[in-house]
């Protein structure tokens, strides 16, 4: 079945510092590809989404390409700010039969000043 | 336009009580999908449903746990005796469209629920 992988938390950061989380996937056929951002207290948010491979998607100066070769969709942001601290979710989906997203654990961000 | 309204936002209930929890999807959605967090895990799949249907319950447990939409009203997650491991936050999420390939689900802010 699909399944999404995520590099463990938290992730502590200082301001200004280049941001990579991992993700990777297993899944047949051709997913897309999310990630969504839960700040505390908050529900999920899109933040993000990729649709086929070799797309990239951005937001906000997140990026994430999908890589089918790798089956992977990292999400990297240049030079994070306090404000990126939050959980951050990656999820495949799909239509058809199978449309309930699959989500994996989060990794918690923690950006200090 | 709101968002997903979940209501309430906390819910404490003592062992063997019920919980009702509320979710009205966004302006023109009509697909509701309910999901729990449990501490430090990410997010499970319950429920999905569409007015008056379930179309989807294979991630829900098979005793205690309901869930309904009517034709008029909010969705209602419902656990009834409930236990110390039923306390999680529970997200419910909203789509104009079925599936996750591009119909983005809309979430809610969650009931955290806590079973003393």
């Known amino acids: 079945g699909d399944s999404v992988t995520q590099m463990e938390g938290p992730v502590t950061l200082s301001e200004e510092a280049f941001l990579t989380i991992n993700c990777t996937y297993t899944?047949?056929?051709?997913?897309?590809l999310f990630w969504y951002v839960q700040y505390p207290g908050e529900g999920l948010q899109l933040l993000l989404k990729?649709?086929?491979?070799?797309d990239k998607g951005s937001n906000k100066g997140f990026e994430a390409t999908y890589r089918k070769e790798t089956t992977s969709f990292h999400l990297e942001k240049g030079s994070v700010q306090v404000s990126d601290s939050a959980v951050y979710f990656c999820a495949l989906g799909r239509g058809g039969g199978s449309y309930i997203p699959t989500f994996g654990r989060g990794t918690s961000l923690i950006v200090h000043p | 336009n709101a968002g997903v309204m979940q209501n309430p936002r906390h819910l404490v209930r003592r062992r063997g009580q019920e919980a009702r929890l509320r979710c009205s999807p966004m302006?023109?959605?009509?697909?509701v999908y309910w999901y729990r967090q449990l501490p430090e895990e990410g997010l499970k799949f319950m429920v999905y449903?569409?007015?008056?249907?379930?179309?989807?319950e294979s991630g829900m447990p098979k005793e205690r746990f309901s869930a309904e939409f009517p034709k008029e009203g909010p969705s209602i997650l419902r656990i009834q005796q409930v236990v110390r491991g039923d306390s999680a936050a529970y997200f419910c999420?909203?789509?104009?469209?079925?599936?996750?390939?591009?119909?983005?689900?809309?979430f809610g802010p969650g009931t955290r629920l806590t079973v003393l």
């Open positions: 990729a649709t086929k491979a070799d």
């Open positions: 899944a047949t056929g051709y997913p897309s």
């Open positions: 449903l569409q007015k008056e249907n379930i179309i989807d």
């Open positions: 999420a909203s789509s104009i469209k079925r599936g996750g390939l591009y119909n983005e689900q809309f």
């Open positions: 302006k023109g959605h009509s697909h």
